[in-house]
């Protein structure tokens, strides 16, 4: 079949690449897609939470991991991709293209593989810089692509796995080179001529090249991760965000201005409704000698910043209960926020726990935070922590 | 590994196809396209203009540059490759948000800049200590009378 190859047909000469390497650098974005998939899925499970499972409240700081790790690992997986996809290049070029129909099926699933991959990394990226041009909703599309990525993963490891099998017991600085042509129909390849000395490769070895990304995917790590991990925000030379230099050393997701509540959150006659069996309402002068709560919670945003801060506000559940509410009620907070993410639910732990706070770093509550008036409680995404409230029900 | 093979081919498939059903049925079709342009968009921006120039690349590097000094050239090249991955976005948009969200308030540039600088350097004294070190032993082995 190979001497009816076209003279015009690209041939690859370097010997770097081989399947011994690409099965461990497979092994290792494998391993970060998993991570993503799992820390998405409990992401997801905060918003949409079954009814018999309420979110828990204790650690207080499990969002905060959970997230932190999805959106540090997102980051490192671009380069780690990349590298991936370098490593099998030469793939693309196999010569008959399609060989049979089975694969010609292999060839479409790994097109839908690299694109879902690369299209799922790059707009999770561009949503933590708050780009949102590619011009569709976010959410649902991570979410859902998320199943075809994890799905296509699964299907390409079922394909692969005696090339995954032979790469891994290979030694990386032996094993085949990987070209065009497959290993297992290459005389050249290490395991079908017996043993051959190691291929050389005169520029970088395939270790060299292997510590080489994974010291430039770890310097990424250690200067983006300070968003998240506060004692390395100093060297955050690449963090997306810098959370100390929000106001009340607090970053900032939805500015008021963007939220236009400037007008109705900063009015004299703001009022909290609380709606319930015995409803009643709460202004802004009642508001002070009941915030007498305090708690250290994190706050963290589903794009992956988080960081630790003092509260100081009101007991959500006893609000509730003064309405004719118990603790296993189930509570919508809701914004004077017109339109977006203006409301939320609080159930279970989370509503024993919940502050209705005024005050963040022992400051009132600047505009831009929710001025009056915000919940936060522990373990939970920034968004749902509404902020500029104007109601409280008792939804059941 | 043939059991273990069915059954991964299968649970691929069924989630494969769990995703694109949940995308075919709750995303509009305005944003569907969209998304296909961009699948499309990357595989062809990855496997036809970033792939080849890797190459490009890496075919001139060969034969330019000695294998000596090209092992350190590569290793440099990947790192700073690696971060400028990262970098480029945020260097672009950079101060497209309001001050308090304290996002993309960094001079990503010069951070680059200076991280590239940290690499040429350290790869330089490494690659200055190979060659010191090469000197020596072929001056030690001239002594010796090899």
């Known amino acids: 079949m190979l001497q009816h190859r076209p003279r015009w047909w690209p041939s690859f000469t370097s010997t770097l690449r081989s399947t011994a390497m690409t099965a461990r650098i ?49 980051i490192a997986t671009i380069p780690l991709l990349l590298i991936k996809l370098w490593s099998v290049y030469p793939n693309l070029f196999r010569f008959p293209p399609l060989r049979s129909i089975r694969h010609a099926l292999e060839r479409i699933s790994i097109a839908i593989l690299v694109s879902a991959a690369l299209v799922q990394v790059a707009t999770g990226f561009l949503n933590v810089l708050n780009w949102y041009g590619f011009g569709w909703f976010f959410v649902p599309v991570h979410r859902f692509l998320g199943y075809v990525l994890v799905g296509s993963v699964l299907l390409h490891i079922g394909v692969k796995l005696p090339d995954i099998v032979y790469g891994l017991r290979a030694r990386v600085s032996e094993a085949d080179v990987l070209t065009e042509i497959p290993w297992n129909e290459n005389p050249a390849s290490h395991s079908n001529a017996g043993t051959l000395a190691d291929p050389p490769t005169p520029g970088i070895s395939r270790r060299g090249l292997l510590a080489a990304a994974g010291t430039g995917i770890g310097v990424v790590v250690i200067t983006t991760v300070g968003q998240t991990v506060t004692p390395l925000a100093p060297v955050g030379l690449l963090a997306p965000r810098e959370c100390s230099r929000g106001p009340q050393r607090v970053p900032v997701n939805r500015t008021a201005e963007q939220a236009e509540v400037g007008t109705s959150a900063m009015s004299a006659n703001w009022t909290l409704q609380v709606v319930g069996p015995k409803p009643y309402a709460l202004t802004l002068a009642d508001l002070e000698p009941r915030a007498v709560h305090q708690a250290r919670f994190p706050i963290n945003c589903v794009e992956g910043w988080s960081v630790g801060a003092q509260w100081r506000g009101l007991s959500l559940l006893e609000i509730v209960k003064q309405a004719g509410g118990t603790a296993e009620s189930r509570i919508q907070v809701v914004s004077l926020e017109p339109v977006g993410y203006n409301h939320s639910f609080v159930v279970g732990p989370q509503l024993g726990a919940a502050l209705l706070a005024t005050h963040l770093n022992g400051e009132r509550l600047d505009l831009d935070h929710g001025y009056p008036l915000r919940l936060i409680a522990p373990n939970r995404p920034g968004v749902l922590n509404t902020k500029w409230l104007s109601r409280i029900e008792i939804v059941s | 590994m043939k059991a ?39 595989l062809i921006i990855h496997d036809i203009l970033i792939s080849p120039a890797v190459v490009g690349v890496s075919w001139t590097l060969r034969r330019t540059v000695p294998d000596r000094g090209r092992r350190y050239l590569q290793w440099a090249l990947i790192m700073i490759a690696v971060l400028t991955v990262i970098a480029l976005p945020m260097i672009v948009l950079r101060g497209s948000q309001p001050p308090v969200k304290a996002l993309l308030l960094r001079d990503y540039a010069a951070n680059l800049a200076l991280l590239i600088g940290l690499i040429a350097l350290v790869t330089l004294l490494i690659y200055g200590v190979r060659v010191a070190r090469d000197r020596h032993r072929h001056t030690a082995s001239v002594d010796r009378g090899e």
């Open chain 1, 26 to 74: 497979g092994r290792l974005l494998g391993i970060a897609i998993g991570v993503l998939f799992l820390t998405g899925l409990l992401s997801h499970y905060q918003y949409e939470p079954w009814r018999w499972l309420p979110v828990p409240a204790r650690p207080v700081w499990g969002y905060r991991l959970t997230q932190g790790i999805h959106v540090a690992t997102g």
């Open chain 2, 4 to 42: 273990w093979r069915i059954i991964l081919v299968l649970a691929g498939l069924l989630l494969l196809a769990f995703g694109v059903f949940r995308l075919l049925t709750e995303i509009p079709t305005g944003s569907l396209i969209k998304l296909g342009i961009w699948l499309l968009a990357a």
